[in-house]
């Protein structure tokens, strides 16, 4: 006999307890005064001594109840001889692969035909389960006895997208050999795929009792040719072509010319002619020129007669927009600041943002609202019209960009952002002639790419008290130079300086580029999210902003994808097949989502044999190691002991509810009654 | 229905030894609907024809105004009557099964009594014992004497262990005159010995009452447990059964109650059982009934 758990064994030590407390608790008889003891006489059925049983009986049952609990939970077993033929039954689960390589030359159907023909050896008495896996494993039917059901589950099985892995399939056998105590049969149907190998080959490790037996539907290596990955740009603004990077690999394959080209809409734009390397890759560019307004579905195409033909293809979406527009405000007299900050924004192959200038004079009838931001450059004076409007607009979401020199200084707040301006700082002849930044988040999304400001000699300063503000950058002097404040929804960035070449010389730096576009990003809003989706990747679909508001998810057939409780809460979406999913998002906009099978299951080769006569021994080696004769001979298997003590335990639990009443009422009762006068 | 007697929880919560005699004496005796004269001492024997020389003032002048003839009212016990009481404070007496002890249940009696003595002008005198002589108050009909009676009465707390024959030989030394002598007790004393101890009294030509004073649990006791039961008295234990109990005590405490009845009426005495759960006055009620239908 042993112990299962045997650390719960420590709980023995609560033994203690009822001991201590029966001690110290033990009964003390007090004696009932009486007038005399003339009349009395001592019998020999002592009451002490009686008590003193009952006594002994309680402690004795807790103790018992305490050491039954400790006992049940340590979990104890005795082996006990185990001939799993002889009891003649045993868990019969058939798996079928219906990843995206059993597409090729559609293998499914044979699978599930050699599936429903294994069926044939399922013995009346056995419990039988079906099982399809591709990234998962998905069991289609509990244990049943009922060979019909079981084929009807196989006959249900349909062709996936998605990745197959062994390892999952693997796991999954192990739970159910652990759930169950008979010995498991498990038949394998799958095109063997190297691929879909776990990186440590203990992960295909399976019980003792667990039988593997692969049947393959692949006879070899297959050869394959395939689009291994598209770059294209997810959104494009403006009016110039659109450059798309494919990559068309082979794969098992001999070196082949062939035919690549580039679909939108449906419509081929352009085919180039390639020639791919055995067992290699190359890549091919295009330039799509009229991409159409909108969202648009596009796809590159290889030519190639292989077996596998859906991953000849590869779809990628394209959105055509117009680009947002950018609000500049400056003083008539400094144009250069706009001109700066302009051709630092259309540095960018397809900015997503232009800018509209207008002098504060011509601000005035300017609505704020159409625009996706807005630049304050150095101004010393706003309309009262305009600036309302402004902060109207920054309150209700907008943001806004301030950046302070000589003109502002003389304000005595910083408009907008609404902080005390101390001072101008000129950096003179006689001390240092100019200030550097000294520390800047580089965390910060508008900051990540602006190099710290390495370099950048800053002249004149406008100095402002942060109050409530985050400060983001900071000069050599702990001069605040960027500071961001939410003001409502919206929120204002403070650059201590300008955009001209005046009070800096940050425009001739390289970091002014990347600081602009990741400033105007940020303020604006856009996000630039990943547009490259396999299959059973999850897609995120609201940020925090968009919590308890509806959105919808359209599949590639138009078909809801999302119930109506998923709609409203459902905070990511995992997409379970090749296409393209619409994305209606919380806030309105739309996205098209193009989805493709992972490109791994494009690679067709077959796992060695050698390879797999090594996991289907798995089980087999464990089964032979457990006595001589291997399968189907006696074999010891531990025989858990622990509902007994649990029953052991009601039944003393009960007594001792009954004995410890008993003895407490006993205890409670006035010892002497009035007699009824 | 009315509460005809007083409930001896009543009497524990009247607060004045006093006040508790005054209530139940004159409770019972107002319900008797008999004269006052009913007591003690002063009992109506006959009516006499006034001779020469007869006192006048014992002329019954009610019987003269109807009948234009004198006579004289006899009593009696013309001549007033010594009573005392001897009080038991042994240990025992402290013994109570309900918010009465026989103690306290003791002194009610021992103030009724004396009240009442009072109220005929009785001298009434008090000794209050254990093992010896604790408290005497001499019997006197001087002013203020029941006052002194219910001082002692009231100082009378449980002591230590009952030995009837010291105290009795000290009452013999100080009581010269024959009257009444009233022992109030819980008698846990074989028969014989009290008898033995308060015989030489009864020789003087006293007249002896023994008030037997027991609680409900002494003669019917309940317990449920086997249990250790102390000896107030001589702090000794010991253990009894509910069968016990039931059974044998029983039948031993009426034998004991028996044979003490027994002995003091062949010694010419009077013994009366108090159950301390009765009323007082109910029970001083029917003990002067029978004392009265005995003369």
């Known amino acids: 006999m042993g112990f299962l758990s045997p650390w719960f064994l420590g709980g023995l030590a609560a033994l203690g307890l009822p001991v201590y407390l029966h001690l110290l608790k033990q009964h003390k008889s007090v004696p009932l005064p009486f007038s005399s003891l003339m009349f009395f006489e001592k019998r020999t059925q002592s009451s002490i001594k009686h008590r003193r049983l009952k006594y002994l009986l309680l402690l004795a049952l807790r103790l018992a109840l305490i050491l039954l609990l400790a006992l049940a939970f340590a979990n104890p077993f005795v082996t006990t001889a185990v001939n799993p033929m002889a009891e003649g039954k045993k868990l019969f689960i058939v798996a079928v692969d219906n990843s995206f390589s059993m597409r090729t030359g559609d293998r499914l159907a044979p699978a599930k035909q050699q599936a429903l023909d294994a069926l044939s050896t399922f013995r009346s008495g056995d419990l039988g389960q079906v099982v399809s896996f591709a990234s998962k494993a998905s069991l289609l039917t509990q244990q049943v006895q009922d060979p019909a059901g079981l084929r009807t589950a196989i006959q249900s099985i349909a062709q996936g997208d998605g990745r197959s892995s062994y390892a999952e399939l693997s796991q999954m056998l192990r739970s159910a050999a652990q759930a169950s105590h008979v010995p498991v049969e498990v038949h394998i149907f799958s095109d063997m795929q190297k691929s879909s190998l776990p990186s440590p080959f203990s992960e295909l490790s399976v019980a003792g009792n667990t039988r593997v037996i692969l049947h393959s539907q692949a006879g070899a290596d297959e050869p394959n040719w395939f689009v291994e990955s598209v770059n294209a740009p997810r959104s494009v603004y403006q009016a110039k072509k659109v450059r798309v990077l494919a990559t068309v690999a082979g794969a098992s394959s001999p070196a082949l010319d062939t035919d690549v080209a580039v679909v939108l809409n449906n419509k081929v734009l352009e085919t180039k002619k390639v020639k791919i390397p055995a067992n290699g890759r190359v890549t091919v560019e295009f330039f799509l020129a009229d991409a159409p307004y909108g969202l648009n579905r596009g796809e590159v195409r290889v030519s190639a007669g292989d077996k596998l033909a859906q991953d000849n293809t590869l779809p990628f979406a394209l959105e055509r927009k117009e680009p947002g527009r950018v609000l500049f405000v400056h003083e008539a007299r400094q144009p250069r600041g706009v001109l700066y900050y302009k051709t630092a924004l259309d540095a960018p192959a397809d900015s997503a943002l232009t800018v509209d200038a207008v002098t504060t004079d011509q601000a005035a009838n300017v609505s704020p609202q159409k625009y996706s931001f807005v630049v304050l450059s150095d101004v010393a004076y706003l309309p009262v019209q305009f600036e309302d409007s402004l902060k109207k607009y920054v309150r209700g979401g907008g943001s806004v960009l301030i950046a302070l020199g000589s003109a502002a200084a003389t304000r005595p707040r910083v408009p907008i952002f609404d902080e005390a301006i101390t001072e101008s700082r000129y950096s003179g002849r006689n001390a240092e002639r100019f200030q550097g930044a000294a520390s800047v988040d580089s965390t910060h999304p508008a900051l990540s790419r602006a190099n710290g400001f390495e370099g950048v000699k800053f002249y004149q300063t406008v100095q402002v008290v942060p109050g409530n503000a985050r400060v983001l950058a900071r000069l050599t002097d702990q001069t605040p130079l960027v500071m961001e404040k939410k003001i409502g929804e919206g929120r204002a960035l403070v650059f201590g300086s300008t955009f001209d070449n005046i009070a800096n010389d940050f425009p001739l730096h390289a970091s002014f580029v990347p600081f602009v576009e990741q400033s105007a990003n940020y303020l604006s809003g856009v996000e630039k999210s990943a547009a490259d989706f396999t299959v059973d990747s999850y897609l995120e679909l609201r940020s925090a902003k968009d919590q308890g508001t509806a959105l919808e998810v359209l599949d590639p057939d138009g078909k809801r994808a999302l119930s109506l409780s998923e709609a409203a809460t459902a905070q990511t979406f995992q997409l379970p097949r090749e296409g393209f999913f619409e994305l209606r998002r919380a806030n309105g906009r739309h996205e098209l989502i193009a989805v493709h099978a992972d490109r791994r299951e494009s690679d067709l080769s077959m796992i060695p044999k050698e390879t797999l006569a090594l996991w289907q021994n798995m089980g087999r080696g464990a089964e032979q190691n457990n006595g001589p004769g291997g399968a189907g001979n006696t074999h010891t298997a531990p025989y858990s002991l622990w509902w007994y003590f649990a029953l052991v335990l009601l039944i003393v639990s009960l007594l001792e509810s009954l004995f410890a009443s008993r003895y407490l009422a006993a205890e409670n009762e006035p010892m002497v009654r009035k007699e009824a006068a | ?295």
């Open chain 2, 1 to 295: 229905m009315l509460q005809r007697f007083l409930n001896p929880t009543v009497l524990s919560s009247i607060s004045g030894l006093e006040l508790v005699a005054k209530t139940v004496v004159d409770g019972f005796v107002s319900g008797l609907h008999r004269s006052p004269d009913f007591g003690f001492s002063q009992e109506f024997a006959e009516y006499r024809a006034y001779s020469e020389g007869d006192d006048l003032r014992h002329v019954d002048w009610n019987v003269f105004a109807r009948t234009e003839r004198a006579y004289l009212k006899r009593y009696r016990g013309e001549t007033n009557s010594q009573l005392t009481l001897l009080l038991d404070v042994s240990a025992s007496m402290g013994f109570g099964s309900h918010s009465l002890s026989k103690l306290d249940y003791a002194r009610f009696l021992t103030a009724s009594i004396c009240y009442m003595s009072n109220q005929q002008r009785d001298a009434a005198g008090i000794i209050v014992f254990d093992d010896d002589v604790k408290n005497y108050v001499p019997p006197s009909t001087r002013q203020g004497q029941f006052a002194r009676l219910v001082h002692a009465i009231e100082k009378a707390e449980p002591g230590t262990r009952t030995n009837l024959e010291k105290p009795l030989l000290h009452c013999q030394q100080f009581l010269h005159r024959r009257g009444i002598i009233a022992l109030i007790s819980d008698f846990y004393e074989e028969p014989e010995r009290v008898i033995k101890a308060v015989e030489p009294l009864r020789f003087h030509g006293n007249e002896l009452i023994l008030f037997h004073v027991l609680d409900p649990q002494e003669i019917r006791p309940v317990i449920n447990e086997p249990m250790l039961v102390l000896d107030m008295e001589t702090k000794d234990a010991l253990e009894v059964t509910p069968d016990y109990v039931r059974n044998e005590y029983r039948e031993k405490i009426d034998a004991h109650i028996a044979g003490l009845r027994d002995h003091a009426q062949r010694a010419g005495m009077d013994y009366f059982l108090l159950d301390t759960s009765r009323p007082l006055d109910e029970a001083l009620r029917e003990y002067l009934s029978i004392r009265q239908r005995r003369r």
